[in-house]
DNA sequence: ATTTTATGTCAGTCATGTTGACATTTTGCC
DNA sequence: GGCAAAATGTCAACATGACTGACATAAAAT
């Protein structure tokens, strides 16, 4: 069942993303730094657990062609602070648009209940929950 | 979620494989061919959804090592009937066992009826639920 | 002053997917 | 009986996203 869901919940933004060079890869990243805008180098690569080199290729492509910010941290000049641009946003709500339908259209069939119990399970398999849900710096 | 999740299910059979050379689409097939013994290389792939020429890569590694037998079907001498052998059938519970054990767990702490919620939601994610539970021809 | 941290970069490799083209055997239909 | 369609295989080239290993730089912490 895990199998079917991500297969087919990462299929239509695949299919977006492959027509702008970009790869499942690079939603990944906005997707995060959507979500936690300010976050860190370290702390992308602490949620996604891979390579700096892997992370590097792509956070590169998306900050090249203007989707990502980064700037300098205050108080530690060392870190990368990343957040989206509007580019980027936009990118970013396409993406996310269509998956939250899914979900949207698969918790209303399966009623509030069950969306309770959905996540609990979710969560139960997930090693470090805790790391889903990373606070902002 | 479903990404920490499916990242975290398939983090323990991925570095149990790595050892045998084997990577996560030999899993796939092993798990798939463990299910539904004599199936069919089509069959496999409409599971799958990936072309014939990835699957026959693994496929022919699986073969080759003893893992996977095949036989001609009795009507239709075209196809391969695929099913495990002894040593596909030990490997499938090596792999397999991990990750029933995390689901187990996950399902003991979230209860009976988040466990039927959850599958109701899993249901409407996945695009055409009936491919995932295919009957044996 | 020295070590540690945050990050970057180069270079090579591997696993898994893709497309396109063509071959073989068997089945099914006219 | 003959021929198209189906089930499968194979060769070749390529893309993506992961990996390891090694080395570099700037800023922070000790």
Known sequence: MLFFAYRDFTSEPDALLAGQGFG??????????GRHPGMTVSDLLTILKITKQSLARVLRELVDQGFVAQAPGE???????LSLTAKGLSLERALTERQLARIERAFAQAGTDAVEGFKR???????????????QP
């Open 121 to 135: 399970v979710m969560m139960g398999i997930t090693d470090d929950p805790s790391l889903g849900r990373r606070n």
């Open 24 to 33: 499942r890869a690079h939603h990944r990243v906005i997707y995060f730094v």
């Open 75 to 81: 108080r530690d000049k060392r870190q990368r602070r």
